[in-house]
């Protein structure tokens, strides 16, 4: 069964600050790969997802992630948070030839960016 | 014009009673799922289904059942309410292809008392 994992379950930075939260995979084949963002009281949205070719995907707000299948790693980045990034932030793995389309989701990241 | 919707946004309960959950979506999405996420924000799949198939979680307990009276519904049963029920539940849709963004509802959380 394919897991995720997040390492990273407290983050806090000043704004300006540079932002990598880490996810690992574990699934030997391919792969679609997901981080999703949830805002305090909202619903979960996606922030960028990565299927095939160009390893480095940019998503809204200036997020990128960085697909390195040699580390099963999907790490999100941003070059400068602003206060408005605090959220929990999901990465999460959808295996194309698994069951349903399901997506298995890592334990998530608590962002606080302090003003 | 909200994409996935679900109600009610709150529900408070008794042990041991049946509720539902309803969710709708308006993306023309094939496929339709339930998640649940636990007091520590940990995110769960519960079920897939797209007209044909229903994929269970194995984890999942029989207390739970969805049903789908279209495509663009699926509602979610719960039968005798325990407390660890006591969570936020989502709705999500997506085209089935696995690289297909899921759009997820605004949630419904539940308190089981």
């Known amino acids: 069964a394919q897991s995720v994992s997040q390492h990273n379950h407290h983050v806090i930075l000043s704004e300006a600050a540079s932002l990598e939260l880490g996810c690992n995979y574990s699934y030997g084949g391919t792969v679609n790969l997901f981080w999703y963002v949830q805002y305090p009281g909202q619903h979960l949205q996606l922030l960028l997802k990565?299927?095939?070719?160009?390893?480095l995907v940019k998503g809204i707000k200036g997020f990128e992630a960085e697909f390195i299948k040699s580390k099963f790693s999907f790490n999100l980045r941003k070059p400068s948070v602003q206060w408005s990034d605090t959220a929990e932030y999901f990465c999460?793995?959808?295996?194309?030839?698994?069951?349903?389309?399901?997506?298995?989701f890592g334990g998530g990241t608590r962002l606080m960016v302090k003003p | 014009d909200t994409a996935v919707s679900q109600t009610p946004k709150y529900l408070v309960t008794q042990m041991g009673n049946d509720k539902s959950i309803k969710c709708e979506q308006n993306?023309?999405?094939?496929?339709m799922y339930w998640y649940k996420q636990d007091s520590k924000k940990f995110l769960k799949i519960m079920f897939s289904y797209n007209n044909k198939e229903l994929i269970i979680n194995e984890t999942v307990p029989n207390r739970f059942s969805p049903k789908s009276p279209d495509k663009a519904h699926l509602n979610l049963h719960i039968n005798s309410l325990e407390l660890g029920d006591s969570a936020v539940y989502f709705c999500?849709?997506?085209?089935?292809?696995?690289?297909?963004?899921?759009?997820f509802g605004p949630g419904t959380r539940l308190l089981v008392l």
């Open positions: 999500a849709s997506s085209q089935p292809m696995g690289k297909e963004t899921q759009y």
């Open positions: 999460a793995v959808n295996a194309p030839m698994g069951a349903g389309n399901m997506l298995t």
């Open positions: 993306l023309g999405h094939d496929t």
């Open positions: 990565y299927f095939s070719g160009d390893p």
